[in-house]
């Protein structure tokens, strides 16, 4: 599901970073008292009361300055501004009101988004001093005070935030359409291969590696079912993401696995398997998505007896990660095998959602244990009572045992390896929790 984007703004120093980790929890942002630490945005996913969002932290702005960084700084936080369906920003009470801030107040009322006024470092609870008042001078609102350091004033910055998102509908699609995001670094085809699948021009398609910015949804429909395919940026290496637009567009590509069921991982026959590809495919693999990888550009591979074949195995070396993923060999440009992709979405769909009885699983438990038995310890051995489904979307294992610790990494992926042989499982991850019996 579309999860709406609330962007924390600010001149530099005044406490973005800080709140930023308070509010997710953890230390992701660095925080520094040196302005500008925070040089590109960093995004995460948070929930307030069963909501989840993503917030997205900015380096400061700096309106006026020739400072090379700055100025991008600056850029960078437009960005975040033009995405974002709510903007916070931060103020510091112990500096007061300065030029900077105004100019920032200026910048976000003319974008038209809705501002929630953050007035930030007031640590000292009781009566609000005095200097609070000064900040209705940005005409922004009623200010929220907030600590950042003791998180006081955390709570009612998200109700208003949420105030301002009462009326978002994320675009939601009814059941029967499986959502599927074609992800993979950039120049591999992704667009291409959606116009082929959609029978006309819906992408621009262009040999300029970044050609899409954004991730845009096709509506399919035909003889093999609904399809909504989102087309995403290309994924690069952090290093080579040196365009304002295209950092966003990794966020934006994230979040198109997030609302996937399925991932059609695509990568291009003549380059090979890269690092990036198996970030790529790792994300989707976290997230417990579906996956078919579309090895694209075949039409353009030198072929002789058996070249597909030891292409696949080298590829399922290269997705050793990711054993479970079926491959498909097609052509974008010529159309070859591009209406299998149909047919494995829909099996590796089901895959992802299949539900399992628990009666079915511990017979599958008997006998794997009868056949190797259980790792033991000081003469302690791993006693597994049963396990059940816990849920699905990837299908989810817990399994209850006497000692957690016993329970080792290599017999949890024996365990896998006799559920998948019996039930297939296809094309999906598949989780495994243990839990020592009372938990």
């Given at each position: 599901?579309?999860?709406?984007i609330?962007?924390?703004?600010?001149?530099?120093?005044?406490?973005?970073?800080?709140?930023?980790?308070?509010?997710?929890?953890?230390?992701i942002?660095?925080?520094?008292?040196t302005?500008?630490?925070?040089?590109?945005?960093?995004?995460?996913?948070?929930e307030?009361?069963?909501?989840?969002?993503?917030l997205v932290?900015?380096?400061?702005i700096?309106?006026?300055?020739?400072?090379?960084?700055?100025?991008?700084?600056?850029?960078?936080?437009?960005?975040?501004?033009?995405?974002?369906?709510?903007i916070?920003?931060?103020?510091d009470?112990?500096?007061?009101?300065?030029?900077?801030?105004?100019?920032?107040?200026?910048?976000?009322q003319?974008?038209?988004k809705?501002?929630?006024?953050?007035?930030?470092?007031?640590?000292?609870?009781?009566?609000?001093?005095?200097?609070f008042?000064?900040?209705?001078?940005?005409?922004?609102?009623?200010?929220?005070?907030?600590?950042?350091?003791?998180?006081?004033?955390?709570?009612?910055?998200?109700?208003?935030?949420?105030?301002?998102?009462?009326?978002?509908?994320?675009e939601?699609?009814?059941?029967e359409?499986?959502?599927?995001?074609v992800?993979?670094?950039?120049?591999?085809?992704?667009?291409?291969?959606?116009?082929?699948?959609?029978?006309?021009?819906?992408?621009?398609?262009?040999?300029?590696?970044?050609?899409t910015?954004?991730?845009?949804?096709?509506?399919?429909?035909?003889?093999?079912?609904?399809?909504v395919?989102?087309?995403?940026?290309?994924?690069?290496r952090?290093?080579?993401?040196?365009?304002?637009i295209?950092?966003?567009?990794v966020?934006?590509?994230?979040?198109a696995?997030?609302?996937?069921?399925?991932?059609?991982?695509?990568i291009?026959a003549?380059?090979?398997?890269?690092?990036?590809?198996?970030?790529?495919?790792?994300?989707?693999?976290?997230q417990?998505?579906?996956?078919?990888?579309?090895?694209?550009?075949?039409d353009?591979?030198?072929?002789?007896?058996?070249?597909?074949?030891?292409?696949?195995?080298?590829?399922?070396?290269?997705?050793?990660?990711?054993?479970?993923v079926?491959?498909?060999?097609?052509?974008?440009?010529?159309?070859?095998?591009?209406?299998?992709?149909?047919?494995?979405?829909?099996y590796?769909?089901?895959?992802?959602?299949?539900?399992?009885?628990?009666?079915?699983?511990?017979?599958?438990l008997?006998?794997?244990?009868?056949?190797?038995?259980?790792?033991?310890?000081?003469?302690?051995?791993?006693?597994?009572?049963?396990?059940?489904?816990?849920?699905?979307?990837?299908?989810?294992?817990?399994?209850?045992?006497?000692?957690?610790?016993?329970?080792h990494?290599?017999?949890?992926?024996?365990?896998?390896?006799?559920?998948?042989?019996?039930?297939?499982?296809e094309?999906?991850?598949?989780?495994?929790?243990?839990?020592?019996?009372?938990?």
């Amino acid at each position: 599901m579309a999860k709406p984007i609330i962007a924390i703004v600010g001149r530099p120093n005044v406490g973005k970073s800080t709140l930023f980790n308070k509010l997710v929890g953890k230390r992701i942002s660095i925080v520094d008292d040196t302005p500008g630490v925070t040089r590109d945005r960093i995004y995460s996913e948070c929930e307030w009361l069963d909501k989840p969002f993503m917030l997205v932290d900015t380096g400061g702005i700096e309106p006026k300055t020739d400072d090379i960084i700055l100025s991008q700084m600056r850029r960078q936080a437009q960005l975040a501004i033009d995405s974002a369906d709510v903007i916070v920003m931060v103020v510091d009470i112990r500096t007061g009101v300065t030029a900077t801030d105004h100019e920032v107040a200026s910048m976000l009322q003319k974008s038209g988004k809705p501002v929630v006024l953050c007035v930030n470092k007031c640590d000292s609870i009781g009566a609000l001093p005095p200097d609070f008042y000064e900040f209705y001078n940005l005409g922004l609102g009623d200010p929220i005070a907030v600590s950042s350091v003791h998180g006081h004033g955390t709570g009612d910055l998200l109700d208003a935030c949420f105030a301002h998102l009462e009326d978002y509908k994320p675009e939601e699609y009814a059941e029967e359409y499986i959502k599927v995001a074609v992800i993979g670094k950039p120049n591999v085809g992704k667009s291409s291969l959606i116009n082929r699948l959609a029978g006309e021009e819906r992408h621009i398609v262009s040999d300029i590696p970044g050609t899409t910015r954004d991730a845009v949804d096709s509506i399919v429909e035909n003889e093999h079912g609904k399809f909504v395919f989102i087309d995403t940026a290309g994924i690069r290496r952090k290093s080579k993401v040196n365009e304002d637009i295209e950092r966003y567009s990794v966020l934006r590509s994230y979040m198109a696995v997030d609302r996937a069921d399925v991932c059609v991982i695509v990568i291009d026959a003549t380059v090979g398997f890269t690092e990036q590809d198996s970030k790529v495919a790792g994300y989707a693999h976290e997230q417990g998505k579906g996956c078919v990888v579309a090895v694209n550009k075949w039409d353009a591979v030198e072929k002789a007896t058996g070249t597909m074949e030891e292409y696949r195995k080298k590829l399922e070396n290269d997705f050793s990660f990711m054993a479970y993923v079926p491959f498909v060999f097609i052509s974008a440009k010529t159309g070859q095998r591009v209406e299998r992709l149909y047919d494995l979405i829909k099996y590796v769909n089901e895959q992802n959602s299949m539900r399992i009885t628990t009666g079915k699983l511990n017979d599958i438990l008997a006998y794997a244990t009868a056949r190797v038995q259980p790792p033991s310890d000081k003469g302690k051995r791993l006693k597994i009572y049963y396990i059940t489904q816990a849920s699905t979307r990837p299908p989810t294992f817990v399994c209850f045992c006497n000692k957690a610790e016993l329970f080792h990494f290599s017999y949890q992926r024996y365990l896998e390896n006799q559920i998948r042989e019996t039930f297939g499982l296809e094309g999906t991850p598949i989780r495994m929790i243990v839990r020592e019996r009372g938990e």
